[in-house]
C-alpha cells in the first residue's frame, strides 16, 4: 500500500525559481494537506483541501499556491522560491469523520539558496 | 495559535516513565498525538475527542481535559523504540487540519 507519495524527496532551488511538489494518496481520503517543518516550530498548516474542488489557507500561506487536481492529487507551488522557504514539506490525508487521523508522505525536503 | 508543549525534552532511561503535556488557548474538539523519528514522518498514536471517546494504539495512553483544554500523554516502561519526537495537535472541529505544537523530544537510553 503506497498511502501518501510526494514528488520529489528532494530539490535545490536559487532564488527567484519556481517549482512544483506534488502529491497523491489512494486511500479515498476527502481532505488534503500542505503543512512545512522548520526546526523548532513544529508543523505549520499551508493549505488544505477539505473536498475535491475546494482549497483553503492555513496558517502560513504567503508565497505559495495549491491545485486539487482530482481527488487524489494535491500540489503545492513555489512561484518565486525564496530562502525563507527552504524547509521539509510534508502532504497529508485524511478520511472524513470526527476520529479521521492524518496520514503523512515521506516529506520533500527543499532548499532554497 | 499553536499549542504549547511541556517539556521540550525529556531524558529517560530504558523502563521509566514519563509524560507529555499539550494546553491550548483556544477551545477543542480533539486533541491528536503523534511521533516523528529523525528524518521521517510523522506517525499516528491516539486521538482523543470532546466527550470521552479515542481511537489509537493499545500500548499507548493520554488524557484530554475539555474544560482545561489540556491533554497528556503518557509513556510507561519506554523502551528504545519510544525515542523520537512528539507531536500534540488540535482542532477545533472542521475539516480545516491541525494546529501542531513546537514537539517534546524523548531521548530513551538504555
Known amino acids: 500500500n503506497a498511502g501518501v507519495t510526494q514528488t520529489p524527496k528532494f530539490q535545490v532551488l536559487k532564488t527567484g525559481q519556481s517549482m512544483t511538489l506534488q502529491c497523491a494518496q489512494d486511500?479515498?481520503?476527502?481532505?488534503m494537506y500542505w503543512y512545512r517543518q522548520d526546526p523548532g516550530m513544529g508543523l505549520r498548516l499551508i493549505y488544505y483541501?477539505?473536498?475535491?474542488?475546494?482549497?483553503d489557507k492555513g496558517e502560513v500561506p504567503n508565497g505559495y499556491n495549491v491545485s486539487r487536481l482530482n481527488k487524489r492529487e494535491f500540489s503545492l507551488r513555489l512561484e518565486s522560491a525564496a530562502p525563507s522557504q527552504t524547509s521539509v514539506y510534508f502532504c497529508?490525508?485524511?478520511?472524513?469523520?470526527?476520529?479521521?487521523?492524518?496520514?503523512f508522505g515521506e516529506g520533500s525536503r527543499l532548499t532554497v539558496l | 495559535q499553536q499549542p504549547v508543549q511541556s517539556p521540550q525534552a525529556v531524558i529517560l532511561r530504558e523502563g521509566e516513565d514519563a509524560v507529555i503535556n499539550c494546553s491550548s488557548s483556544?477551545?477543542?474538539?480533539?486533541v491528536h498525538w503523534y511521533r516523528q523519528k529523525h528524518g521521517e514522518a510523522p506517525v499516528f498514536l491516539m486521538i482523543l475527542l470532546k466527550g470521552g471517546e479515542q481511537k489509537g494504539h493499545e500500548k499507548i495512553s493520554a488524557s484530554f481535559n475539555e474544560k482545561k483544554q489540556q491533554s497528556s500523554l503518557y509513556l510507561t516502561a519506554s523502551q528504545l523504540s519510544y525515542s523520537g519526537t512528539y507531536f500534540c495537535?488540535?482542532?477545533?472541529?472542521?475539516?480545516?487540519?491541525?494546529?501542531f505544537g513546537k514537539g517534546t523530544h524523548l531521548i530513551i537510553q538504555p
Open positions: 497529508a490525508s485524511s478520511a472524513t469523520g470526527r476520529v479521521a487521523e492524518l496520514f
Open positions: 483556544k477551545a477543542l474538539y480533539s
Open positions: 486511500m479515498n481520503h476527502n481532505s
Open positions: 495537535g488540535t482542532s477545533g472541529g472542521g475539516a480545516d487540519g491541525l494546529t
Open positions: 483541501s477539505a473536498s475535491e474542488g475546494t482549497t
